[in-house]
């Protein structure tokens, strides 16, 4: 039996959930603004050019209320809700380029020394959680994990304020799969 499209989260993404600036979560000319970037891979390695991912993140205070950024469209005047440039939202969306890269530009943390993340792609029956830990400091979760998984959560520092976290989603007969977390 083939699969329906309610079976199947994708890929379907590309066409409306994506909104010009899903990345941009700290406002413009902040001297703290980090990036996140890097690549969603599939079980061979090769990028996946149509996936979504979703961030969550406290603000730099440790707040988590954040202002509202849903990044919905405005019937009126089309467009987009949520971001006025100014505010941190502590919510992104970002789709993957046609290379499989996503960017996320967004403030520190506070708090916790990760930013959650959802992924949405072809193929999955159900979205993934995990999580791009900013560092490799003690944590209850990395803490819990043999060091090869423990490395799939580390972002790696390429240089001051930018982050690479690849996506892994099935061993590759090299790279472990990225650990996604179940919650009840």
Do not use: C, K
């Not at 590309?14 to 079980?43: K, S």
């Not at 509202?68 to 405005?74: F, H, K, M």
């Amino acid at each position: 039996m083939n699969p329906t499209p309610s079976q199947t989260v994708g890929p379907f993404f590309g066409y409306a959930l994506p909104v010009p600036g899903g990345g941009d979560l700290a406002p413009a000319g902040r001297q703290d603004t980090i990036t996140v970037h890097g690549y969603v891979l599939d079980g061979a390695g090769q990028p996946i050019p149509d996936a979504l991912l979703e961030f969550w993140q406290p603000g730099p205070d440790g707040s988590r209320t954040g202002r509202p950024g849903s990044l919905r469209r405005d019937q009126v005047t089309g467009g987009y809700l949520g971001r006025n440039g100014t505010d941190f939202t502590g919510f992104g969306r970002v789709g993957t380029d046609p290379d499989g890269h996503y960017t996320l530009r967004t403030l520190p943390p506070g708090g916790v020394p990760y930013v959650s993340v959802v992924v949405f792609a072809r193929g999955l029956l159900h979205h993934l959680y995990t999580r791009a830990y900013l560092s490799d400091g003690p944590d209850p979760l990395l803490d819990s994990l043999a060091p090869e998984r423990r490395a799939t959560l580390v972002a790696t520092l390429e240089r001051a304020g930018v982050h690479r976290f690849d996506v892994r989603l099935q061993y590759d007969g090299v790279h472990e799969e990225t650990v996604f977390l179940e919650f009840p």
